[in-house]
């Protein structure tokens, strides 16, 4: 094997999201000859990135002051809120929470926000590097984080070279700035060599399922703005709808559940195919088409479970910190803030030493401690959650607890040992029809013939206890159809379909057995996102 190309930098950033670029942004404001790289998995910019998104302008305003007068190519500035609950002919319009008011804010899509961040910040001199995935960190003699590794391409299944092999090279660096949003998987790693959490509880997520759709003339009020809980979820599964009306006739809608469910036959895509089906929401959709669907991990812990943010050599920002607000359903306002402030300590400080602290002392901070008992809440059930939603708005978070949380993957009843919830579902005709078909609409691509990059550590839990105790809940949970129980010549096996794999995270996350590890595939694999 031949010595690795190394690139060194002053910085190497994880991550082309909003926190990645703004980072890189405020950096090269800074200090203008600071040498700065951007690393980014997907085939290009924002092709990987999934939100609501309804965005605060504040820090977007402090980090490029003169951006309204030359928007991204989706923002559409919010006109109207409405929160309903709904049953599943109906529902009942309730006050709309004082977190979730939107004037003043927009409506964007996330992916085109990025897009339109980067030009920003190679005309800084930045360089951002789109296809690269960073599949390993680099460390030096004394344990300290000192780059990335770019993961080789054009490796077989097998592990052999094809026609095409080339080497990743190194990135080197003497700070790492890990933006890789939730459950990236360098940051789960260094979550665990560093003992990050050792004094956090564990990290929450819930996953959010999103469609774009094209309406006929005439349905749409550009600005508007519609959340909902209620029907489809039951009373112990935490969920809830967006429908944002954009400008162009076209309408961003999708549902979120809590990874946190405990029913083992629950099934997030399946919930929010039901929503699409009700009377306040099928109407909107019928004689449309879907332009673009994806899914996407939500960072949902909060304050009582952000790790230590700093190590030696590397640092966390955004969503890969778990700064997502979950009663504003925000996370982007703090994704710019916090790497904002990131680049401004480095630039006082010249190392990561004393950002964990930073952090904390900030208002990005003091606003995930106002709400942080809101989401552990509806672990009591919706009626409680509502209402202790009510009381910690109320108290504006002055209460004298905190309610704590469990890793997701430890929620799950075993089969026969509870009372399963009714699923008052309907008969659905709206597209798409299945997993499958939802698969199309996220365009995701991956070279059949490279290694798996969904590891199973212990093939046989899974046709063996996870078949009894939970009925093999992944064939459930996942929204791509990616893990299926087959049946052949060789015995029952679990099949995994990784070429389908929209890169939720959610089989990293509420596996019960944690079995299943998500790791990179080749550089620029994965989904296509279009204004998601």
Known sequence: MSEREVMEYDVVTVGAGP??????????QLKPDARVCVIEKSSTIGAHILSGAVIEPQPLDALLPGWRDNPPPVCVPAAEDEFWWLTKSGGMRLPTPPQMKNHGNFIVSLGALCVWLAPQAEAL????????????????????????????????????????????????????????????????????????????????YSIGIKELWQVPAGRVRPG??????????????????????????????????????????????????QWKHHPHVKPLLEGGQILSAGARAIVTGGWQSLPKVEMPGALLIGDGAGLLNVPKIKGTHQAIRSAMLAAEHIVE????????????????????????????????????????????????????????????????????EYEAPKRDYVERDLPPRDRLAGVYFAATQHDEDQPVHLVITDPEVCVTRCT???????????????????????????????????????????????????????????PNYQNL
């Open 349 to 416: 400080n010249n190392t990561a030493a004393g950002w964990d602290a930073r952090l904390r002392a900030s208002p990005a901070m003091d606003e995930l401690r106002r709400v942080r008992n809101v989401k552990p809440g509806f672990k009591k059930g919706v009626y409680f959650g509502m209402l202790n939603a009510a009381w910690e708005t109320i108290t504006d978070g002055l209460s004298p607890w905190t309610w704590r949380n469990k890793a997701d993957y430890t929620t799950l009843y075993k089969l026969g």
């Open 19 to 28: 926190a990645g670029l703004a980072f890189a942004i405020r950096l090269k």
């Open 468 to 526: 009894e105790e939970y009925g093999n809940p992944c064939t459930r949970f996942c929204p791509a159809g990616v893990y299926e129980m087959v049946e052949d010549e060789n015995g029952r096996r679990l099949q995994v379909n990784a070429a389908n794999c929209v890169h939720c995270k959610t089989c990293d996350i509420k596996d019960p057995y944690e079995v299943i590890t998500w790791v990179t595939p080749e550089g620029g694999s994965g």
């Open 224 to 273: 508007k703005i519609v959340h909902s809980v209620g029907w489809p979820a039951d009373s112990r599964t935490y969920g809830g709808s967006f429908l944002y009306h954009l400008d162009k006739d076209r309408i961003a809608l999708g549902y979120v559940s809590g990874l946190d469910y405990t029913d083992p036959l629950y099934q997030p895509y399946e919930a929010f195919q």
């Open 125 to 204: 001199g930045v360089e951002i590097y789109p296809g690269f995935a960073a599949a390993d960190m680099l460390y030096d003699d004394h344990g300290a984080v000192c780059g990335v590794r770019i993961g080789d391409m054009g490796v077989a299944k097998d592990g052999s070279h094809k026609p095409g092999y080339t080497q990743g090279i190194d990135i080197k660096a003497p700070l790492t700035v890990l933006a890789e949003g939730a459950r990236g998987h360098l940051t789960k790693r260094l979550v665990a060599k560093y003992r990050l959490d050792a004094e956090s509880d564990p990290q929450t």
